[in-house]
T-cell receptor, first 112, second 118 residues
Framework: SQQGEEDPQALSIQEGENATMNCSYKTSINNLQWYRQNSGRGLVHLILIRSNEREKHSGRLRVTLDTSKKSSSLLITASRAADTASYFCATDRGGGADGLTFGKGTHLIIQP | GAVVSQHPSWVICKSGTSVKIECRSLDFQATTMFWYRQFPKQSLMLMATSNEGSKATYEQGVEKDKFLINHASLTLSTLTVTSAHPEDSSFYIC??????????????FGPGTRLTVL
């Protein structure tokens, strides 16, 4: 079943503004991760939040996790043109070494 | 640290030929590697889990005889697309999980291989 549905699917904002992306999932997880992908390239790991954590920060990134609602949000503050990319949340399946289930992604465009 | 490489980065082949893609963890050992496929403007879909020294585990709907996976060492997994057809054209991405991870943890992704089948 599809997990990690992000919204919005596309987001266009002005440079300097904050960008918020949301992700929902369906089953229990050990952790949730956010990745960035520039067009046609590999994935860059941004942040991992474990199921017993509620909020995590890394530089301009802030991730929240609400396991009761099975949702997460990624906030990018003071956006830059270089933040233009697709952002994916990914969840494990709750056990051991396991492949990730990716959401459909949010395509973020930062207008200069 | 935690670098994963893929080779080749892109390949164009004729329909009916086989293509091998390599995934290497350069500075860590990975008991488990994963193969994903990404069609244009879509998300990544897990194809299979590659386990060192044992058979790969394939996701539902992925043909194991078409996508052969070999994980011969703790730093190398290969994906062979046999008898490739145009519908196999896609972006193939591998990831590796460091061997010492006690629980499911960060996966490190390769840069991807773009396969085009003519």
């Amino acid at each position: 079943s599809q997990q990690g549905e992000e919204d919005p699917q596309a987001l266009s904002i002005q440079e300097g503004e904050n960008a918020t992306m949301n992700c929902s999932y369906k089953t229990s997880i050990n952790n949730l991760q956010w990745y960035r992908q520039n067009s046609g390239r590999g994935l860059v790991h941004l942040i991992l939040i474990r199921s017993n954590e509620r909020e995590k920060h890394s530089g301009r990134l802030r991730v929240t996790l609400d396991t009761s609602k099975k949702s997460s949000s990624l906030l990018i503050t003071a956006s830059r043109a270089a933040d233009t990319a697709s952002y994916f949340c990914a969840t494990d399946r709750g056990g051991g070494a396991d492949g990730l289930t990716f959401g459909k992604g949010t395509h973020l465009i930062i207008q200069p | 640290g935690a670098v994963v490489s893929q080779h080749p980065s892109w390949v164009i082949c004729k329909s009916g030929t086989s293509v091998k893609i390599e995934c290497r963890s350069l500075d860590f050992q990975a008991t488990t590697m994963f193969w994903y496929r990404q069609f244009p403007k879509q998300s990544l879909m897990l194809m299979a889990t590659s386990n060192e020294g044992s058979k790969a585990t394939y996701e539902q709907g992925v043909e194991k005889d078409k996508f052969l996976i070999n994980h011969a060492s703790l730093t190398l997994s290969t994906l062979t697309v046999t008898s490739a057809h145009p519908e196999d054209s896609s972006f193939y991405i591998c990831s590796a999980e460091p061997r010492l991870a006690g629980v499911a943890d960060t996966q490190y992704f390769g840069p991807g291989t773009r396969l085009t089948v003519l």
